[in-house]
Structures are given as C-alpha cells and as structure tokens.
C-alpha cells in the first residue's frame, strides 16, 4: 500500500514546517486532521482544501462540508474523498485553509511516495517537526507551556527581596552601608 508523505508549511514562514504521512486510501479528513494535530490546533473550525499547482494558485475545492458561499465548481467533500485520488503530479502541492475567521492557510507539499508502509507507525503520522508552529488563538511563549510553569514558579511579589518601588531600593542600601561602617568604626 503507497505511503504518501506531505511537507505542511505555515504561509507567513516556510522555516516552519510538519512532515505528515498518509496511505493513498485515507481521505481528505485524515489528512486534515493529521494537520490540525501537527501543528496543535483544535478541530473546531471551519477548513478546506483547494488543489494546487507549482505557483500555488487556488484550484478544485475539497471542503469538511458543503458551506454556505457561492462555489464555481460543486467541491468535492473531505470524508469520502481519497488523498489518492487527487494526486495528479508527483509533486501535487494543496493548499489549506483552516479556521475561515482566523484564515490559517498551510502550502502542503507531496515530498515522498513509498511503496511501502511503516508497520509501527499508525497512519495518517507526523513523522517531522521543524520550527515553532503558532498558538491558535494567542500569543505563545518560546517553550510554551513550560514558560508559564517558570512565571508562577518566580511568580514576584511586590513585597518580595529586591523588588520594590523605584528608588526605594537605593535608599535601603544606603542605610544598610552606613549601618555596616558604623559597625566597622570607619565614618562615612
């Protein structure tokens, strides 16, 4: 059974990237869905596939369910629709557009077609993960949840050591320095 695997770019920024895989007999909702996990997105959205050619141009649409807009042509839907049927070039390039409010849009890429399947990986699979994909509905940290572990782990009081209103610190010190040269004997 053919193996088809799938650069998925981020539009803005194509140094951020997943590599999915696919049978050739999944459909058009595995591979959206394998998207949505690769890059950590919820499923709760509106989200379209559009075949496409080498300079990206929008062509047949392959809709999650038929919506209400115009369409050119009748789209084809996501469940019945087999990956393997619309490959027509072996570097087959789709586009993505998830979350029509937001407009996500991923360039997805045929990179690679295998004759033969993994055994151990559950397909469709995300097999690469490059770069720092965006948060869905807001601004994510560099290393993302850890980051908010690290801000309540330190989490600043304004009561606490060193950290106090501005000038206040300067004039603790200096008492503090004159009370350790008192102590010495030494004047000031």
Aim: charged share 35%; aromatic share 12%; net charge negative.
């Amino acid at each position: 059974m053919a193996v088809l695997k799938f650069r998925v770019y981020l539009e803005e920024d194509d140094s951020v990237y997943r590599d999915v895989a696919t049978r050739h007999t999944q459909s058009f909702l595995d591979l959206n869905n394998i998207i949505l996990k690769a890059y950590e997105f919820d499923n709760k959205h509106q989200s379209t596939f559009y075949r496409s050619n080498d300079q990206w141009q929008r062509g047949r649409e392959i809709t999650k369910e038929k919506y209400d807009k115009a369409y050119k042509v009748e789209p084809l839907l996501m469940a019945p629709t087999m990956i393997g049927s619309e490959i027509k070039d072996p570097n087959q390039k789709f586009i993505f557009v998830y979350d029509f409010a937001k407009n996500w849009t991923f360039l997805v890429e045929l990179i690679n077609v295998a004759r033969e399947e993994d055994v151990k990986k559950n397909y469709p699979a995300l097999i690469k993960s490059e770069g720092i994909g965006p948060s869905q509905y807001g601004t994510k940290g560099m290393v993302g949840d850890k980051l908010a572990e690290v801000e309540e782990k330190y989490d600043l009081k304004s009561n606490a050591e060193g950290f106090g209103e501005e000038g206040e610190a300067d004039e603790k010190d200096e008492m503090e320095e004159k009370d350790e040269d008192r102590a010495d004997g030494s004047e000031f």
